[in-house]
DNA sequence: GATGCGTGGCT
DNA sequence: TAGCCAAGCAT
């Protein structure tokens, strides 16, 4: 087989071509032996999940300034943590990953386990990133295979079975072509191609360095692969936000449950999401609909949320959230769907002040 | 194995 | 525009 072939040519257009990145250590430091920090690898990795790089840059800069090592993280407090993480989405990740930085700094002395099996018993750290930390930062030749690997791997070797049935066999065939030698730079290698070159639409075959060694494009169905079963359609759920402003201009939020949907995160209280939601207002106020609602699309459904307003006395009590004083109330701390709702209440009836987030109800069937 | 879980950019 | 997609994990 040429699979050997095939990583070598790889790895040979990575050292020439690898992305530089927060979290990477530079072709200078790794050829004098220097390896990436666990810390890091562990972090972007996680926020990597799901997440393009460039979403994570700024998320990540903040967090090793904020928290430059595990024990610093372990002993964020969680608010803060959550916080940071705002706007990033997939919030459970915030959530698994503070239980890891305690985990790790509780059961393991600070230092993340050395091995794959080890790194996949901490929470948030599945099959994935147990392997690219095993292979990017302790040099195991663990088998990497995230969304990138598996269609340079199904077009490689034109395997025309639709994910995600077709993951054991692509896994296989990635291991085939993982190093024992440089088993991180090739993982990386791999996940750098895929964003770059063998894209999910129009992939740069013209200029792949794997191009002589890929089945797919011999036989012209190199954008055709990996083939994906058909997922259903989203379907679209209302629901009405409730913004309450105290006289002193305190705001009155509540922390969602801890599990599910934006679980965590702090946002304003509101009917359930749903065709028909039941409107509860949290507070006994003289309610009035703001000129426009919020859009939001979730991974599996559409979100259509009326915004409703209302101005009440120092002395009211909510039956549900807490009121929080003006001075510490940050929209930024916000999950992005709570984000467009408050952008929504401020345009009032001042068309000119519209967000790019907030549209006219009109348009909200 | 299927489902739930965010967000922003691209076509 | 509406859908697709991105360095997945937990249950």
Known sequence: MRDAETGAALLAWYDRHARVLPWRVGPADRAAGKRPDPYRVWLSEVMLQQTTVAAVRSYFHRFTTLWPDVAALAAAPDAAVMEAWAGLGYYARARNLLACARAVAADHGGVFPATEAGLRALPGIGPYTAAAIAAIAQDEPAVVVDGNVERVVAR??????????????????????????????????????????????????????????????????????????????????????????????????????????????????GTDWAEAPDPAPPIAAHWRPAPVGVRHTFTHFHLHLAVHLAKVGATAAPARGAFVPAADFRPAALPTLMRKVWDAAQVELDDAAQSDAAVPIARNP
């Open 156 to 269: 490689l070797f034109a395997h025309p079975e639709p994910l995600p049935r077709a993951k054991p066999a692509l896994t296989a065939l990635a291991a085939r072509l993982t190093p024992r030698h440089r088993p991180g730079d090739h993982a990386q290698a791999m996940m750098d191609l895929g964003a770059t070159i063998c894209t999910p639409r129009a992939p740069a075959c013209g200029i792949c360095p794997l191009a002589g060694f890929c089945a797919a494009r011999v036989q012209g169905m190199a954008a055709d692969l990996p083939r994906k079963s058909a997922k259903p359609a989203k379907p679209t759920r209302q629901g009405i936000a409730y913004v309450v402003r105290r006289a002193d201009g305190a705001v009155l939020l509540e922390t969602r449950p801890p599990k599910g949907l934006l679980g965590g995160m702090p946002g304003f209280p």
